[in-house]
């Protein structure tokens, strides 16, 4: 059974970092896209950014580009999305998912950004 | 910048058949974007229901179809349930390594 298990929320500041993970488990992980989608509260869902499960290729929203980074660590089966820069409009619940044929397949729970002051 | 649109809401009655659409604000949807469709209950996570036009995925009854529909996407629900009252995303693949969201559809089954 695929699982997907996001962890790294919290509250920040305006201006401040976080970094979000997502295990996975039930699947090969190297060979698997894996993807960050967002959910701004009482918003419609929002494509933010995608890497291939070997790390070789990303890509990001407009939106997000130049100050999230996302990676793999393939020996930790773990997907890592790092947000600099953040600013209000950031907030969102973040859920990781896996790629099937340039679609996203499994889900995880979310986990909530909230960048305030 | 393309802009993916769908329906705001919808309604269907109870054993009724919807059809719920995902269009581009430019050119037409085609199978080379990849549509695919998502359910979502307010506090979950979203669950997938078709993927690359038409394939449902793992565990979706087969009242859900998907297909294209002249220029548009189409999600069709048959012999609707009072628990297929959610919201209906679609997201196309834009090519370049972009994908978009549709804005939701919200579906009432009353």
């Known amino acids: 059974e695929v699982q997907l298990v996001e962890s790294g929320g919290g509250l920040v500041q305006p201006g401040g970092s976080l970094r979000l993970s997502c295990a996975a488990s039930?699947?090969?992980?190297?060979?698997?896209?894996f993807h960050w989608v967002r959910q701004a509260p009482g918003k419609g869902l929002a494509w933010v950014s995608r890497?291939?499960?070997?790390?070789?290729?990303?890509s990001y929203a407009d939106s997000v580009k130049g100050r999230f980074t996302i990676s793999t660590d393939n020996a930790k089966n773990t997907v890592y999305l790092q947000m600099n820069s953040l600013r209000a409009e950031d907030t969102a619940v973040y859920y990781c998912?896996?790629?099937?044929?340039?679609?996203?397949?499994?889900w995880g729970q979310g986990t909530l950004v909230t960048v305030s002051s | 910048q393309t802009v993916v649109t769908q329906e705001p809401s919808f309604s269907v009655s109870p054993g009724g058949t919807v059809t719920l659409t995902c269009g581009l604000s430019?050119?037409?949807?085609?199978?080379?974007?990849?549509p695919s469709w998502y359910q979502q209950t307010p506090g979950q996570a979203p669950r997938t229901l078709i993927y690359?036009?038409?394939t449902r995925f793992s565990g979706v009854p087969d009242r859900f179809s998907g297909s294209i529909l002249g220029n548009r996407a189409a999600l069709t629900i048959t012999g609707a349930q009072a628990d297929d009252e959610s919201d209906y995303y679609c997201?196309?693949?834009?090519?370049?390594?972009?994908?978009?969201f549709g804005g939701g559809t919200k579906l009432a089954v009353l």
């Open positions: 998912a896996t790629d099937g044929s340039y679609s996203y397949t499994f």
């Open positions: 039930g699947l090969t992980f190297s060979s698997v896209w």
């Open positions: 890497i291939t499960g070997d790390g070789s290729s990303t």
């Open positions: 430019s050119g037409s949807v085609s199978t080379n974007n990849f």
């Open positions: 690359s036009t038409n």
């Open positions: 997201v196309l693949y834009m090519g370049s390594g972009i994908w978009v």
